[in-house]
């Protein structure tokens, strides 16, 4: 089974810090994407990766930053966090071979105050 | 550019009713399309898909979907639902061709009353 970590759960900030999500996948897999998930918004992309050192800017990207340094790993960068990111956030990734399919992280739910 | 529209927020039904959980969405390319479900306190997994073949997409927990070219939607439906089956479902869309995201509708919070 493909298996997506999120480091964090659930997550408390103040307005101003710096915010590292980070995800993990499993499975060699080379894609791997950022979503934020808002009520009545659905998910909206980030960014995604196309492979290590690769990114490219998703739908929002106004705000954050990523980082591929390893295949395995994928971090979401919130340089100077708001209130308006408060969001639940999740990771997934993608084996190129099979783009349709995309695994998802369990979420990381922020809270900045 | 792609849209995906979900046109219920919020579908409450009860036990072993029936269910349709409709999506509709707008490309001017041919698309895949799937539903996503998320179940309370958890990530997204995928229900089912279409990419191409035969217009009627089933689950494996009884869910089935229709892909309807000329009105350019894919509704979900189940027969008789579950309490198990409380989730919000996510519908969405990906270019065949080119850029390769997924473009995600609002989503739709299925209650199941008893």
């Known amino acids: 089974d493909v298996k997506v970590t999120q480091s964090s759960r659930y997550l408390v900030k103040r307005t101003g810090e710096k915010v590292f999500l980070e995800c993990v996948q499993d499975?060699?897999?080379?894609?791997m994407f950022w979503y934020r998930q808002d009520p009545g918004l659905g998910l909206r992309l980030i960014y995604f990766?196309?492979?290590?050192?690769?990114?490219e800017k998703g739908d929002i990207p106004e705000g954050y930053s990523v980082s591929r340094e390893k295949k395995e790993r994928f971090s979401l960068i919130l340089e100077s966090a708001s209130t308006n990111q408060t969001s639940m956030y999740l990771c997934?990734?993608?084996?190129?071979?099979?783009?349709?399919?995309?695994?998802f992280g369990p979420g990381t739910r922020l809270l900045v105050l | 550019a792609q849209s995906v529209t979900q046109l219920d927020s919020q579908v409450p039904v009860f036990e072993e009713a029936p269910v349709e959980l409709r999506c509709n969405y707008s490309?001017?390319?041919?698309?895949?399309l799937f539903w996503y479900v998320q179940y309370p306190n958890q990530g997204l997994q995928l229900l089912l898909k279409?990419?191409?073949?035969?217009?009627l997409v089933k689950s494996i927990n009884g869910f089935e979907a229709e892909f309807n070219k000329s009105q350019t939607s894919f509704h979900l439906r189940k027969p008789s639902v579950h309490i198990s089956d409380t989730a919000e479902y996510f519908c969405?869309?990906?270019?065949?061709?080119?850029?390769?995201?997924?473009?995600f509708g609002q989503g739709t919070r299925l209650t199941i009353n008893p």
């Open positions: 997934a990734s993608r084996y190129i071979g099979t783009r349709e399919t995309q695994y």
């Open positions: 499975m060699d897999h080379e894609n």
């Open positions: 990766s196309y492979d290590v050192k690769m990114k």
């Open positions: 490309s001017s390319v041919s698309v895949y």
């Open positions: 279409y990419l191409s073949g035969s217009t």
């Open positions: 969405a869309v990906m270019r065949i061709q080119g850029a390769q995201k997924l473009v």
